[in-house]
């Protein structure tokens, strides 16, 4: 019986001290690529503001995933979901398009694996190359705060999926 106390005793302690590591975590996690590109910054927006082409660039969902589109024809509205069966478990997503700059930004709002967080696809052009910049933003919530501990692990998840977009965006656009 002592050790069934000794051991809850363990856990509890390790609960507070998970919620009390939490809390002096941000709330907010930014993960962000930028990559120059030697191309038109209107061609990097016709891309970015159209999630038909998604698909092709974002490395969203994978290459095996089902897409469906609708709302708006172009723009603001835009939205997208995607469905794709992973060794016997479904995966799925949704995008949309919150606010757009013509030439300049983009911002997504997406829901998929990782939660939903928010995605600015911006577009700086230079004299000679074009930055394009991928931002995604997401709020880890509050207290026990063992998601912003989760976070930690799931950055790299995202640090990785960024990566994917850039280098589909480039490769698309060569």
């Known amino acids: 019986?002592?050790?069934f106390f000794r051991m809850t005793g363990f856990i509890l302690a390790l609960f507070f001290l998970l919620c009390a590591v939490g809390a002096f975590l941000p709330a907010t996690q930014r993960v962000d690529?930028?990559?120059m590109?030697?191309?038109d910054g209107d061609d990097i927006y016709t891309l970015i503001s159209d999630l038909t082409t998604y698909p092709d660039w974002s490395g969203v969902g994978g290459p095996e995933s089902e897409w469906v589109f609708g709302g708006a024809e172009d723009g603001?509205?835009?939205t997208a979901a995607w469905q794709v069966e992973n060794m016997g478990a479904d995966r799925f997503g949704s995008l949309e398009i919150l606010q757009t700059a013509s030439g300049e930004y983009v911002?997504?709002?997406t829901i998929g694996p990782l939660g939903e967080q928010t995605v600015t696809l911006a577009i700086d052009e230079g004299?000679?190359?074009t930055a394009f910049l991928i931002q995604s933003e997401r709020a880890l919530g509050g207290f026990p705060y063992?998601?912003?501990i989760a976070a930690l692990r799931q950055k790299s998840q995202t640090e990785a999926a960024l990566e994917?977009?850039?280098q589909g965006l480039e490769s698309l656009l060569r």
Request: aromatic letters at 4%; glycine letters at 8%.
């Open 1 to 3: 019986m002592k050790w």
């Open 33 to 35: 690529r930028t990559v």
């Open 37 to 39: 590109m030697l191309v």
């Open 76 to 78: 603001v509205g835009q």
């Open 107 to 109: 911002r997504v709002r």
């Open 127 to 129: 004299e000679t190359e």
């Open 146 to 148: 063992l998601g912003r």
């Open 164 to 166: 994917r977009a850039t």
